[in-house]
């Protein structure tokens, strides 16, 4: 792990803040100039990922929180050993939309999960991998969830449980200014583009 050579991005927030478009976008700049770009999902990044994804969104399924937390770090670990880890290895650039990060936030901030506990499983189901650098996407979570086209298990949660994500997420990146960047949602994609450009420095 420590003599990779790729660069590892993580981009989080909360629903509707245009992460995946973000990371397309990013992708398509980054491939024209000359970079291999792997771009990734969490919950999913692998066959079992997406089938765990499929359990944990259906709006069927009956899940603790203690399970979700757990269910969350079992696709993660997968996702790092099958596909970001080899992708890094190898030099390339890895976009994932959603990383450890969102299990402080969605199951820590959110959930009330002790923050230790999730903590010490990311570092569990991430064998210590961290992003060289995350965005954070904000916006108020009021306005991300009126962008929302499709609904799941957790996205249907109520406004104050995505409002607690989003501060959850404002804590996390005061905690680590290095490795968090905050943009601003709300603004163009062209300007989050280029702002999100200035910052990789690829
Ligand atoms: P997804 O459709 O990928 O959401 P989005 O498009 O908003 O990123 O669904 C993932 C859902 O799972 C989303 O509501 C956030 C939640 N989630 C957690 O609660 N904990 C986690 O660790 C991760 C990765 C996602």
Redesign the pocket.
């Known amino acids: 792990m420590n003599n990779r050579t790729g660069f590892f991005l993580t981009i989080e927030?909360?629903?509707?803040?245009g992460?995946?478009t973000l990371a397309h976008e990013l992708a398509k700049a980054l491939r024209e100039r000359g970079r291999e770009v792997v771009v990734t999902?969490?919950?999913?990044g692998s066959a079992l990922g997406n089938r765990i994804?499929e359990l944990?969104?259906d709006k069927s399924s009956v899940i603790g929180n203690r399970a979700?937390?757990l269910l969350?770090?079992a696709?993660?670990a997968q996702h790092v050993d099958e596909t970001i880890l080899p992708a890094l290895n190898r030099g390339a650039v890895v976009i994932c939309?959603?990383?450890?990060d969102?299990?402080l936030?969605?199951?820590g901030y959110?959930r009330k999960i002790d923050r230790d506990k999730v903590e010490f499983l990311n570092n569990y189901a991430t064998a210590g991998l961290k992003p060289d650098l995350t965005i954070l996407l904000d916006l108020p979570a009021v306005e991300g969830l009126a962008r929302?086209k499709?609904t799941?298990r957790?996205?249907s949660e109520k406004l104050e449980f995505h409002e607690a994500v989003r501060q959850g997420f404002i804590q996390l990146a005061k905690d680590e200014p290095k490795r968090f960047v905050v943009l601003d949602a709300r603004q163009s994609i062209d300007d989050i583009i280029k702002k999100a450009l200035g910052a990789l420095n690829l």
Do not use: N
């Open positions: 927030g909360v629903e509707g803040a992460k995946s999902q969490e919950p999913g994804r944990l969104l979700e937390l969350f770090e696709a993660r939309d959603r990383y450890a969102s299990s936030a969605y199951q959110a929302q499709k799941d957790v996205s």
